[in-house]
């Protein structure tokens, strides 16, 4: 299994935008609102690396209103 955690920072106004499209997204297990540094976080969860990965480059990073994205990915050790 493979479990992600993406940070984005959003166009001023545009969070719940985001926040509504990113629970439309399939491999999108939870996301928060956040303060500070990041506007939002989601966690993305898939059966392997390369779902988790496209996941996040095709789907959750193309939404409108994402300005930028940091990626945390998860390891099974």
């Not at 545009?14 to 491999?27: H, I, N, P, W, Y």
């Not at 540094?37 to 390369?50: G, H, K, P, T």
Request: glycine share 6%; with cysteine; net charge negative.
């Amino acid at each position: 299994m493979a479990i992600g955690f993406v940070l984005m920072t959003t166009v001023p106004g545009m969070e719940a935008t985001v926040r509504d499209a990113l629970a439309e997204v399939d491999l999108v297990t939870d996301h928060w609102m956040l303060f500070g540094e990041y506007d939002l976080i989601a966690r993305v969860q898939a059966d392997e690396e390369f779902a988790l990965t496209r996941c996040i480059v095709e789907e959750i990073r193309q939404l409108p209103g994402i300005l930028e994205t940091k990626t945390l990915i998860g390891a099974e050790l």
